[in-house]
């Protein structure tokens, strides 16, 4: 069986990419597709690491500290897929874009809605009936400052407690069990812009947390809060003087660029640092054998890069910060000056992955600018930045330096419009999780196929309101009109494997299986299972609204294999729906609308949860 | 003869009209007192009440007969972050405000109150932070985005990235009152 | 009364072809003036197109096929605009009126391609400064169409009602001249507009 | 209609006056030759008497106001013309007035800043689009064919229309600014504040289609110029025999062809900017402001020229008349005109200095305005060798024309200046560039102009202007204009920028405002001089006769006011000053038609006797197509669908407009060639006819 | 009062516009003197009477030898034409050339945007840290040489500092350069010279030129955050400041008033002048301006702001605290 398949493989796969394969040094035609052994890439050693033993529960958005998604269970795998059958679903009964990983914990599901950030504890064991309700309510004033829908991008459980964020910038632990609030505490001032979207990661007993509004002229930090209590353990800035993003002795950033003294005052016009974003509205992960926590900031403020000359230190950055004190130990800037909104936010895959004959300890990330990124998780060396999307706007990385080689003529200024920057302001890759299989190799990346016009304008900052100083209008990338890509990335070779074109942005995380299947939804509402390694859609499924949402696989009860996704589309791709947006303007919603205008066409809103599994 | 001054008064009635319309429409007033504001704090957001129904309180915004407020309806749109939640009318973080749907009225004094008081969904306040002049002509922009202000007085195409269709040639659709309830924001409480 | 002899002008001809009658000099007029506003319409496509690193900018090439069938129809009515400029100048009067007929269909021809032609441009006018001038040059030239079709309708109506006059056929002569200006405007026009994104 | 009534009667008496003098000298004539010769002549007499009341009746305008609204011919057209124009000329010269009154002193509250805007540019537009121009066409219109010998413009229903599309046009401009629609953003309306963006309301696009309006009647009537120059000319007029005057409105018609389509597309730009959205002038889509600059100054600077040229025919009318011997240099004059039209479209880049072009293009910039100063030298120095060579009679026309040396010239030297980039950074803007176009538009046209209408008020009303008022005008004015506007030579230079509504009192600009101020009174009262001189002269002004300034061009060949058909006979001509050298035997045209209008059409080079034309009646067309013109032009300001909805009516007049009248087709003669060629269908075609 | 005026040049690019035109003043004089004086001669010069007729018969036929000689008098005429001219072209060209000759490492770059109707303006500096934005006032060191980088939001405006400059236009879409050099410390007056609407009449500022370490000590003065109030009713002022239209436009850096509307006011007490060069910076004048500004300078953009008696005292208090 496997022997067939391997020939199968050859054929199929092999011959196609062996022209343009460099990573089949052993001559092997079938090699090219596939890592030399799966060993070879191995996760880091954690307390949620696939190296202990697959538990079947999902505690955390990204299933573990090294954010690779990758659930052990192999139950339903490529083979039988096809067969999967809804098992059950619940509606949320909130019409915004549910951008949430449900949590699995023992027999209990939570799920946390967008905005009014509802928590749902679901009975597994009957299955869909709700334990208890959780509902903090939040401030309604926070939509006027959330920039881009109403979204939660999940829970973390930790101590027998659920802590997640609600859009008015408060962190919540609720009691598991009993679904009472056991703390709650302000993070943030809705009334400066900040509102509190991500899903929290719960590292040695803290809860790390960050804010979301970079296009509100916030000042973007993560804060640690006690795990028991909700007080804040240390706060660090993106912004601002050294002491303030703590920055001390221990901070070695590898590169010239990105060393020096309060750089993160000095890279900006006076005081603009203050209103200058760098959030932290993505995602973290943590090692613990380095005891560091890494994340990337958000976008500087405003869009319009003409308001902020300089570097405009430490946004657009990848961040290793000690775990218990918050220290800085390194920072590497990926995009100092940011002229797109090219946040850095995104996920980090921590994995060992053989680099120059020498297996290295390295972070993976699919940048927002294109390129993915692997870096030396220990010094913050860019080994390789390779892009995997269509790009128009940049000419590569110069991994010596550091530098991100911009296209002078792509550069956008004030009072002009800038046509055709490839990718456009969500990037190449949002916020939509990738994942990673240790059995494959493949990062599997869900991201976009968009390009946009960019014309900066006059930026007033007034607390409160949007500070952007940007018009764009969006539209599909080179090809057939198709927005959305999904692509398994082979980070060894440094090339894509294979992709799956998508008619509208892949907003979906993506979740991999050691049952060697891909899970991932569309915004035209389809639910998909895809073989890991041919990239061949095994299964689809019409769910009720297009998917933003993030799989989870676990194992029920029962003990079957379950995969859960919520629908409901929204997001800052999906506003046109959740918002009810008018399509002739084609720079609505910071310029999404452009792209999306056929989305009222393919899906309407509505929050949904869905369980499958094989019958 | 009869003809003749038949032909006379019609065209000194146009010419009256014409004046009367056209001096208003281009006049730059720069210290101008705006419509009175004190009813409007109390405007109405439904038109349903108990009891027999009174008619429905209509008011006028001088500065939407006037092009020069309008322009600089939008040029405070645009300066005081409306565009940053609306954009040019098609809205993002706040409502569409270039389709038919009026969550909290399509009326120039309800416009005018939105604006002042602020909405509990995300609309803020910005009373005395805006001045009631440059409300009323923000208002009379607004309404402009959705066609409501006449072609010669709405403002045509910004010196900035084309978007939507210039307010001049937005065709105008009666308002739906849908009232309350943002179209996009229907949520258990 | 007079020692020298008065210039008696009685029998010289009241109208003639070519230079010599007042109407080629109005009909050259016409072409002078419109022919300076079409320079100053490829001096403004180009100013613009100057400064543009990608032509046209963030559209698709203009799609060639029905430019081009316009042009071959605009073309080919050079033919019957001949005879019908022979015959006018021979005054023959079947001939003029069956050219005429014939000019008429070929200018139907052209306008009616010409809005099939604007439903197949890669922009809107509103869209950027390549859409306005694309639009506002093919706008111009098709302006130039329609009042030469208009001309022509009156001036066979004229041919048929009658009455039938001399000038008349010098009026038919020019008409033929204006349309071959019509012709030649198209010519440069439909380079710039289609093939020019494409080589430069 | 009182101006016509004055026309009517002071033609007549004219007419009768001549019939007298004829008759007198007749008598006296036959008193000493035998009878039969007398009867001979007497015969003569009563034939040519014929011959006129034919041609008066065939040439004449119809009866009425119909026929007042009819007419086509170039006297009554051009007349309308100069009145329109000179009306103006009044109102844009009291928004001028009223601009002085405001910055008379500093900080004044006289006017605000939004009506001043308006003001200024109403007053720039109607001086540039309004009067100068138009005046320039119609004193072409109404002099030219009468200095070739012709008896009538080309084109007569297009003249008609084309003062039709211009009275409502500026009456349009007028209406809009009086309803305080008026356009705001100076007569050359930079993008973007008169963009749809910053031009708010409908103010810019009045301006706008006024400009299409003045377009279309500017066009046609060089059309109409170009055509009567060369096809209308006398017998024996050949090139170099043409009065300069006529050389000048020649070069103008031809600057106006290639000028005025520059400016038809930009402002048709402006209008769908600001109308449909294109974005011509939109610098984020890919529009650039300085694209209308370039645009507009294509037109803008040969516009100078286009008012100049003319001026400066007037000037060597005027001149070599009254310094009673031909003009010097006509050769040199010549070329420098023609080279002057030419030169004139290679430097507009000159007011676009500041813009940051290129600095290499400015060079050749600078180098082309320096240039043309030659060939205004040439003429400068041929017009002093005139009078050097002259004994110049100090009438009122000719005071003028020596005003306008003092003040051109001081013009030309600030001009000249300018052409130089660093002084242009300095001065551009100023009020010393407001002093100098006003020194050379002023100094150039309007005085040349103001000359011409002493020179030819005789000629136009048969009646003569006191001398004295006349002379009193001129030193007025001269004064006036030399208080108003040298003081503004100083203010630039010292820093005061044009076009500010007010200025601040510590910035010592306020004493020289003053005086500038107190001089356009000054100037004001000479116009008003001009205008008490007129009305009195139209009323109890001597009779003038033929020729009261013994003129040597053709216009003076016929009687003041000249008839309907200007010339009973059509002249010949045998040199440039022909009325001072022909013999008194000199050969006229017969042959020609007086049932219709049936005119003579020469060779373009040697002006031999080609063709007989038949002009059109007298039309109420040409006012119904002007009208349906207007209705497309005006609704195109609020609606796009105006132009093929109102191409419909524009399309019925015009058609009405070129419908023959039934006639046979027996009185036709086609050219010999024809004949030859296709003599049998021709007969043939005569035959189905009849 | 501030000079503004070309006709006293403080820097050398100024110095040289004038010292041309000086020379083209004095020639172009000396040649319409001469022209003049051959125009009079022409009027009053006695003739021999034309063939003993009447004195209005024409000259038909003028003497041949006569012509002759008048027409070598114009050739002669037009040639020396043709040389001034020439000469005129080449001076012309190198001060062009001299004018656009500043350009030496050691330079100070200055960001100008104009706006309806006032300046915006900012030190450029490769440390963003160091870069310092103001309006309406522009410090520079004595001899020292300034790149202008010339921008608009909205329409054209011209920037023209006549003692220093000629003027160099922004342009929307365009960023035009110009370099200033002053020699002589002073201050002078500024004003846009493009009609850019209601407001261009009072659209000035003033270019303070001092010795370097004068200029120096502005400058860093400039880059702090605005100063804390010291007295309660400062205090109170800010507050003012904070929760009337006032934070709607404009910039007080150190504070949440960060929109870029209106002038930034960090440092506004430190300049000389309000609203753009129209009103000398006093109390009267910023309470005036503050209330109603619409009558000292109608058309512009800040809103009447009808403010109690205390608060306005107390907003005063705070303005003019920001030195």
């Known amino acids: 069986m496997r022997m067939s398949w391997r020939v199968l493989l050859c054929f199929c796969v092999g011959f196609a990419f062996a022209a343009c394969s460099n990573a089949n040094k052993d001559g092997g035609p079938a090699a090219a597709p596939q890592p030399k052994s799966p060993q070879a890439t191995r996760l880091p050693t954690g307390a949620q690491s696939a190296g202990e033993q697959e538990d079947g529960q999902w505690l955390m958005p990204a299933k573990n500290y090294a954010s690779t998604r990758f659930s052990g269970l192999n139950e339903i795998n490529a083979e039988n897929a096809k067969a999967l059958k809804v098992a059950w679903t619940f509606s949320t009964g909130v019409n915004r874009g549910h951008e949430a990983a449900p949590l699995v914990v023992g027999d209990t599901m939570y799920v946390v809605t967008p905005y009014p950030n509802i928590l749902y504890a679901l009975d597994l064991k009957n299955p869909g009936s709700v334990k208890w309700k959780y509902e903090p309510d939040p401030a309604a004033a926070a939509q006027g400052v959330a920039c881009c829908d109403l979204v939660n991008r999940g829970a973390a459980f930790a101590d027998g407690k659920i802590f997640y964020n609600t859009l008015d910038a408060h962190t919540v632990a609720v009691d598991a069990a009993t679904g009472k609030e056991v703390w709650k505490t302000q993070v943030g001032d809705i009334n400066k812009g900040e509102t509190v979207t991500m899903a929290p990661i719960v590292v040695k007993g803290k809860v790390l947390v960050g804010n979301s509004g970079g296009e509100f002229g916030v000042r973007g930090w993560i804060q640690a809060l006690g795990a028991a209590d909700g007080k804040v353990v240390w706060k660090a800035y993106n912004a601002g003087p050294d002491s303030d993003v703590l920055i001390g002795p221990d901070f070695k950033p590898f590169y010239a660029k990105d060393q020096g003294k309060d750089l993160g005052v000095s890279t900006w016009p006076p005081d603009a640092w203050k209103i200058g974003g760098g959030t932290v509205w993505g995602w973290i992960s943590y090692d613990p054998d380095l005891n560091l926590i890494y994340y990337g900031s958000g976008n500087p403020g405003p869009w319009n890069p003409d308001a902020r000359p300089g570097d405009n230190k430490w946004t657009c950055s990848v961040i290793a910060r000690d775990a218990d004190t918050g220290a800085a130990k390194w920072a590497y800037q990926v995009g100092p000056h940011d002229l797109y909104d090219w946040d850095g936010i995104n996920e980090s895959l921590l994995v060992e992955i053989p680099f120059n004959g020498q297996q290295r300890k390295v972070l993976v990330r699919p940048e927002r600018d294109g390129y993915v990124y692997v870096i030396d998780r220990a010094t913050g060396e860019v080994l390789s930045a390779e892009p995997f999307a269509h790009l128009t706007a940049t000419k590569g990385v110069d991994l010596k330096t550091g530098e991100l080689a911009h296209v002078e003529e792509k550069k956008p200024g004030t009072g002009k419009v800038v046509r055709d920057i490839c990718p456009a302001a969500p990037g190449a890759k949002d916020w939509e999780p990738s994942a990673f299989s240790p059995q494959t190799g493949l990062v599997y990346i869900p991201h976009q196929n968009l390009c946009m016009d960019f014309e900066g304008v006059e930026a007033n900052y007034i607390a409160g309101t949007p500070y952007v100083g940007a018009n764009v209008k969006m539209y599909a990338g080179p090809g057939d009109g198709h927005r959305g890509e999904f692509t398994a990335w082979d980070p060894v070779a440094q090339r894509a494997v294979w992709k799956i074109n998508e008619r509208f942005p892949v907003w979906s995380g993506a979740v991999v299986t050691a049952g060697d299947v891909v899970f991932y939804g569309t915004m035209d509402g389809y639910f998909k299972a895809v073989n890991a390694r041919t990239g061949e859609v095994v299964w689809q499924f019409k769910v009720g609204s297009g998917i933003i949402g993030q799989p989870v696989v676990y194992k029920g009860p029962d003990g079957k294999e379950y995969v859960a996704i919520l629908s409901g589309v929204g997001g800052w791709s999906g506003a046109i729906v959740a918002g009810g947006l008018d399509p002739r303007d084609p720079t609505a919603a910071l310029g999404y609308v452009g792209a999306m205008g056929d989305l009222p066409d393919y899906s309407t809103k509505g929050g949904m949860l869905y369980v499958f599994s094989l019958p | ?189 | 009364m007079s020692a020298r002899p008065n210039i008696d002008v009685s029998n010289l001809p009241t109208f003639a072809f070519g230079h010599r009658p007042l109407t080629w000099w109005c009909t050259w007029s016409l072409i002078l003036m419109e022919g300076g506003m079409f320079v100053v319409l490829f001096a403004t496509y180009f100013f613009l197109r100057t400064p543009v690193p990608d032509w046209p900018p963030g559209v698709n090439y203009p799609r060639l096929f029905w430019g081009t069938v316009n042009l071959v129809v605009i073309l080919l009515s050079c033919v019957p605009n001949h005879w019908a400029k022979k015959a006018a100048e021979g005054l023959d009067l079947r001939g003029v009126r069956l050219w005429l007929l014939v000019m008429i269909g070929f200018a139907l021809a052209a306008t009616v391609i010409r809005f099939v032609e604007f439903g197949y441009l890669n922009c809107r006018w509103d869209q950027n400064a390549y859409g306005s001038v694309v639009w506002v040059s093919m706008g111009a030239h098709l302006l130039h169409l329609v009042t030469d079709l208009l001309d022509t309708i009156v001036l066979l109506a004229l041919f048929v009602i009658g009455p039938i006059e001399g000038k008349r056929f010098v009026d038919a002569s020019e008409n033929a001249l204006y349309w071959y200006f019509v012709v030649a405007l198209w010519v440069p026009l439909y380079v710039v507009i289609y093939w020019v994104p494409r080589w430069m | 209609m009182p101006g016509r009534k004055e026309d009517d009667r002071a033609e007549r008496a004219a007419s009768l006056e001549a019939a007298r003098t004829d008759i007198e000298a007749l008598r006296a004539y036959a008193a000493g030759v035998d009878a039969a010769r007398t009867d001979d002549l007497l015969a003569d007499d009563i034939a040519d008497e014929h011959e006129r009341r034919a041609l008066a009746k065939t040439w004449g305008d119809g009866p009425g106001f119909w026929g007042w609204l009819a007419s086509t011919n170039h006297k009554t057209v051009g007349r309308r013309f100069i009145y329109t124009a000179f009306g103006f000329f009044i109102l844009a010269g009291i928004l001028a007035v009223l601009m002085r009154v405001q910055l008379a002193r500093p900080e004044s509250r006289f006017l605000n800043p939004d009506l001043y805007n308006q003001i200024f540019t109403m007053h720039g537009t109607t001086m540039m689009f309004l009067f100068a121009v138009p005046v320039m066409e119609a004193v072409a219109v109404y002099v030219l064919p009468l200095m070739l010998g012709a008896r009538n413009i080309a084109f007569p229903r297009l003249n008609a229309f084309s003062y039709w599309v211009y009275l409502f046009g500026g009456v349009m401009l007028w209406v809009a600014f009086v309803l305080n629609v008026g356009p705001d953003a100076g007569w050359f309306s930079y993008v973007p504040l008169s963009g749809p963006e910053y031009g708010a309301g409908k103010r810019v696009d009045f301006w706008a289609q006024m400009i299409t309006f003045t377009e279309v009647s500017a066009l046609c009537v060089a059309t109409e110029i170009i055509t009567t120059f060369f096809k209308m000319r006398a017998p024996g007029m050949s090139l170099n025999r043409v009065p300069v005057y006529c050389w000048s409105v020649l070069v103008m018609a031809f600057m106006v062809f290639f000028a005025m389509p520059t400016i038809a597309w930009a402002s048709a730009c402006l209008m769908m900017d600001r109308l449909i959205g294109t974005h011509f002038f939109n610098p984020a889509e890919g529009g650039d402001p300085i694209l209308w600059q370039h645009l507009f100054w294509f037109f803008g600077h040969p516009e100078v020229y286009i008012i100049f040229i003319p001026g400066t025919g007037f000037v060597s009318t005027i001149l070599s008349t009254f310094s009673r011997r031909p003009i010097f240099g006509y050769t040199a004059l010549v070329l420098a005109l023609v080279s002057t039209g030419f030169i004139g479209f290679g430097l507009w880049v000159h007011h676009m200095f500041a813009t940051g072009l290129p600095r290499m293009g400015e060079s050749f910039f600078t180098g082309a305005t320096i240039m043309i100063a030659i060939p205004a030298g040439v003429q400068i120095f041929c017009w002093i060798a005139t009078l050097w060579g002259g004994r110049p009679v100090f009438k009122s026309p000719m005071m003028f024309v020596l005003g306008f040396f003092f003040i051109f010239v001081i013009g030309g030297m600030t001009g000249v200046m300018q052409g130089a980039v660093p002084v242009d950074l300095q001065v551009h803007d100023t009020y010393f560039v407001v002093a100098h176009f006003h020194y050379v538009l002023i100094g150039g046209a309007v005085f040349p102009l103001f000359g011409a209408f002493h020179y030819w008020f005789p000629k136009v009303t048969g009646r003569l202007l006191s001398e004295k008022l006349g002379h009193a005008t001129f030193w007025v004015m001269f004064v006036g204009f030399n208080l108003t506007f040298f003081p503004m030579h100083i203010l630039g230079l010292r820093g005061m920028p044009r076009r500010v509504y007010t200025y601040q009192p510590n910035l010592g600009w306020g004493d020289l405002n003053m005086l500038a101020s107190a001089g356009g009174v000054l100037l004001t009262l000479g116009v008003l001089l001009f205008i008490v001189n007129a009305l009195r002269s139209l009323r109890a002004g001597a009779l003038a006769g033929d020729n009261p300034w013994g003129a040597a061009t053709l216009e003076w060949a016929t009687s003041s006011p000249p008839p309907a058909y200007n010339f009973l006979r059509p002249p010949t001509v045998d040199s440039r000053d022909t009325l001072w050298t022909q013999p008194a035997d000199q050969p006229v045209v017969i042959g020609l038609r007086s049932d219709v209008r049936e005119v003579l059409v020469t060779r373009a080079l040697d002006a031999e006797p080609d063709l007989k034309t038949e002009f059109p009646d007298s039309s109420i067309w040409p006012l119904l197509a002007a009208l349906a013109t207007t209705a497309m032009f005006i609704g195109t300001i609020f609606t796009p669908w105006a132009l093929p909805v109102g191409m419909l009516p524009v399309f019925v007049t015009l058609t009405g407009w070129f419908w023959p009248k039934k006639k046979r087709l027996a009185e036709e003669r086609p050219p010999e060639e024809v004949k030859e060629k296709h003599g049998e269908r021709w007969l043939k075609l005569q035959e189905q006819e009849s | 009062m501030p000079s503004q005026s070309a006709l006293s040049p403080a820097g050398p690019q100024a110095g040289r516009i004038i010292s041309l035109w000086w020379m083209m003043f004095y020639v172009t004089g000396a040649v319409f003197l001469i022209v003049m004086a051959f125009l009079m001669a022409a009027l009053v010069r006695r003739r021999r009477p034309y063939g003993g007729a009447a004195a209005d018969v024409p000259d038909v036929r003028p003497e041949p030898s006569g012509e002759r000689r008048m027409s070598h008098v114009v050739l002669t005429g037009v040639a020396l034409t043709v040389v001034i001219l020439f000469v005129f072209l080449v001076r012309s060209y190198v001060t062009g050339r001299a004018l656009d000759s500043l350009h030496e490492q050691d330079h100070l770059t200055v960001k100008v945007v104009g706006h309806q109707w006032w300046w915006e303006v900012s030190y450029d500096n490769a440390t963003a840290a160091y870069t310092v934005t103001t309006a309406n006032e522009i410090h520079i060191p004595v001899g020292r040489p300034v790149l202008f980088k010339l921008s608009s939001t909205d329409v054209i405006h011209s920037f023209w500092v006549p003692n220093l400059h000629g003027k160099t236009d922004l342009v929307p879409g365009h960023e035009n350069v110009t370099w200033l050099k002053a020699d002589r410390e002073g201050v002078y007056r500024g004003q846009c010279a493009e009609f850019c609407g209601h407001q261009h009449a009072h659209m000035a500022f003033t270019v303070v030129v001092e010795p370097y370490e004068k200029f120096k000590a502005w400058y860093d003065a400039q880059l702090a955050a605005a100063q804390e109030p010291s007295t309660e009713s400062q205090k109170q002022g800010r507050q003012v400041f904070l929760s009337s239209p006032c934070v709607m436009c404009h910039t007080v850096r150190g504070t949440d008033a960060g929109s870029r509307v209106g002038p930034d006011l960090t440092h506004v007490a430190s300049r000389g002048t309000l609203a753009a060069g129209t009103l000398e910076n006093t109390r009267g004048h910023l309470a005036g301006w503050v209330v109603d500004s619409q009558q000292i300078k109608p058309g512009n953009r800040m809103p009447p702001n009808n403010l109690e008696p205390a608060d306005l005292q107390a907003l005063l208090d705070y303005l003019q605290s920001l030195k």
């Not at chain 2, 065209?11 to 007192?33: H, I, K, N």
């Not at chain 2, 405007?43 to 006028?60: H, I, K, N, S």
């Not at chain 2, 909290?104 to 001045?131: A, E, H, W």
């Not at chain 2, 006449?150 to 084309?162: G, L, N, T, W, Y």
């Open chain 2, 1 to 189: 003869m009869r003809l003749a001054r038949r032909l006379a008064i019609v065209f000194w009635a146009a010419a009256a009209a014409l004046t009367s319309a056209s001096c208003m429409r281009e006049e730059r007033g720069f210290r101008v007192s705006p419509p009175p504001s004190g009813r409007v704090q109390t405007v109405r957001l439904t038109d349903f009440q108990p009891g027999p129904a009174q008619p429905p309180e209509v008011t006028q915004n001088a500065y939407e007969e006037n092009a020069y407020a309008v322009s600089e309806g939008k040029r405070l749109y645009e300066q005081m972050n409306c565009v940053g939640c609306h954009f040019h009318g098609g809205g993002g973080i706040g409502p569409a405000l270039m389709d038919a749907h009026w969550i909290y009225g399509s009326d120039p004094s309800q416009i005018f109150s939105t604006i002042v008081q602020g909405r509990p969904n995300g609309m803020p306040s910005f009373r005395n932070k805006l001045n009631d002049d440059e409300v009323w002509k923000i208002a009379a922009y607004v309404r402009s985005l959705s066609g409501q202000v006449a072609k010669d007085v709405a403002p045509s195409r910004s010196d900035d990235m084309s978007g939507p269709p210039p307010e001049s040639a937005t065709e105008k659709k009666p308002p739906v009152k849908s009232g309350g309830i943002p179209k996009s924001a229907e949520m258990p409480k």
